[in-house]
């Protein structure tokens, strides 16, 4: 795929002229430049600017074009503006050329269109592969699916029926998301988490204070309905930062903590059916929260969240289409 976006003079033209193009001018002519190492080192001293994050994957790009690319692989441009695919073949080797679109764009293929479709043409796994914000990338899972669209072989029955199977983008956007941030709190240190946790309580209207490092006699937060802790219930909380599950005798022991008090055990590692049991016909009543669970009340929460605490997991809200 190589996308021209909407850029006017990239979507207007690629299909009249039978040639898809790419920028980052600032690169210079691209002949001399073999290895994927040699574009990196080009693309870092032509864009100082950029974060050391940005500079590998748009050097990538740029090398995907000019050296990965072979003649008479399929290749797809997608104008955003009519929601049209196009699919041809790619007809020559990378070519500078400042002529054939503008000097913007001079890093140009020759193309021969064969096909021209609606985006719907294809199943929502492959709609959702497209959707990419890479300029150039690879759609090699889906090359069967291509190829029967540009041969006339593909049915809308066909269509229908993988769409049926793939997950929703929704789905698969938040699953990778909640994996993300998994990953992030399993790199918190077990006092950071504690504090997190702490946080958590105060964004949904508690009051609550996390123990200093040291001896907290089972208890790692406080937790009450007001300031003093005279009024409501008292929760006590403790934390765990582990790999492996809660045992039943980690259970019996923080539930001998409590007495009257109502308690939250949260547990990154998960609870043995035996502590869940232990819990279930405690004398007083015990919440517990694994890493999934609370990483739910995280992101329901996160807006009430301090400053420090935001900044400490990081998150942006995005809105996705949920159909």
């Known amino acids: ?24 001018v600032e690169m210079g002519d691209l002949t001399g430049l073999t290895t994927r190492s ?3 080192q080009r693309y870092e001293a032509t864009h100082a600017e950029d974060s050391q994050s940005r500079i590998p994957v748009n050097a990538g790009q740029i090398y995907r074009f000019a050296r990965v690319m072979k003649t008479g692989d399929y290749i797809l441009t997608y104008i955003q503006a009519t929601r049209i695919m196009l699919i041809g073949t790619i007809t020559s080797e990378y070519i500078y050329d400042k002529a054939v679109f503008s000097k913007e764009y001079p890093y140009v293929r020759r193309v021969k269109w064969i096909e021209k479709v609606s985006r719907d043409a294809f199943s929502e796994s492959a709609r959702n592969s497209m959707g990419s914000v890479l300029t150039v990338f690879n759609l090699d899972n889906h090359i069967e ?10 049915k809308q029955l066909d269509i229908e029926e993988v769409a049926e199977e793939a997950p929703s983008f929704y789905e698969d956007v938040k699953s990778k998301a909640n994996e993300l941030i998994s990953d992030h709190i399993s790199h918190l240190d077990g006092y950071q988490l504690q504090d997190l946790v702490a946080a958590l309580f105060r964004a949904m209207g508690y009051h609550a204070i996390s123990s200093p490092p040291g001896r907290d006699r089972g208890v790692d ?6 300031p003093l802790g005279l009024e409501g219930l008292r929760i006590e909380a403790q934390v765990k930062h582990w790999k492996a599950s809660v045992s039943s005798s980690d259970m019996r022991s923080f ?4 007495r009257n008090d109502h308690g939250v055990f949260v547990s990154t590692g998960g609870f043995t059916s035996e502590a869940q049991s232990e819990a279930a016909h405690a004398q007083t009543p015990v919440k517990l929260l694994d890493r999934d669970e609370f990483i739910e009340l995280l992101l329901e929460n996160y807006q009430s969240l301090e400053p420090a605490f935001q900044a400490l997991v990081p998150l942006r809200k995005i809105w996705i289409l949920n159909v």
């Open 145 to 154: 699916e291509i190829h029967a669209i540009a041969t006339g072989k593909k």
């Open 255 to 258: 539930l001998g903590t409590l």
């Open 38 to 40: 040699q574009f990196k």
């Open 1 to 24: 795929m190589v996308r021209a976006g909407n850029d006017n003079v990239l979507a207007g033209q690629v299909e009249v002229k039978s040639s898809v193009a790419i920028g980052w």
């Open 221 to 226: 937060i406080m937790i009450t309905h007001d």
